[in-house]
């Protein structure tokens, strides 16, 4: 009895209107000030983000890479501030060392979209994966803080928490992803994260005092002579 009424209210509704237009996409320099501005701009920049068309894979990595060779550079340079015999090992071999850590920062930075995107897809997300990508090229300012931060031991966990933050803001803006479902995946990957940091630095830490402690042979194999078994 309630079709006719149904048909005759679709005849007289209003089309739906065109799709909006999208922003054209950054370019390259200007992902690169996006980047750098994340720390500041969390919501807004993904708000713009989801706004505009999504940048190509070319200008994404390369964002990426700027990123990943200022968080190879500084930790560079912490190891030769902390230990100068670090830089005493032979130029080709340094070199070969450099471009193998280039080389890697492609796959990870791959790698880590793929993992952001099951994780938005578990959070409800709906975004494709070329989003996933242009987040996780933004998130590599989380890299550079890390680098910088891992001068105070007490601010370690500091990035981790923001990564949290802007991962959960990215997901929501940019992949359309309820709240409180964001919040609990991102949630806790994050825990998972952090607490696994938490104890290999703790690793680290005893194996360096037990280290000293020992005037650097507490991991030393002894020789012993082996005695034959008597007949």
Known sequence: MDQPQDDAAARFRPPAGPAPE???PPTLFGMIEDTMTAPIRVGALFQAQAA????????????????????LGINVMGAAIVSPSSLHYAPALMAAVGIAALSMGIPISFLGAAVFHVCSRLAGGQGPFQRSYQIISTL???????????WFPNLWIVPGLFGALLSVEACRLIHKSPSGRTWAVFGAVTAMLLGGRRLFRSYLVHNDNRLVETDYKGFQILARAITPPKL
């Open 22 to 24: 999208l922003e054209p």
């Open 52 to 71: 505009a068309a999504t940048p190509g894979y070319p200008a994404m990595a390369g964002n990426f890479l700027f990123f990943w060779m200022t968080f």
């Open 140 to 150: 590599s300012i989380l890299g550079v803080l890390q680098s910088l931060c891992s």
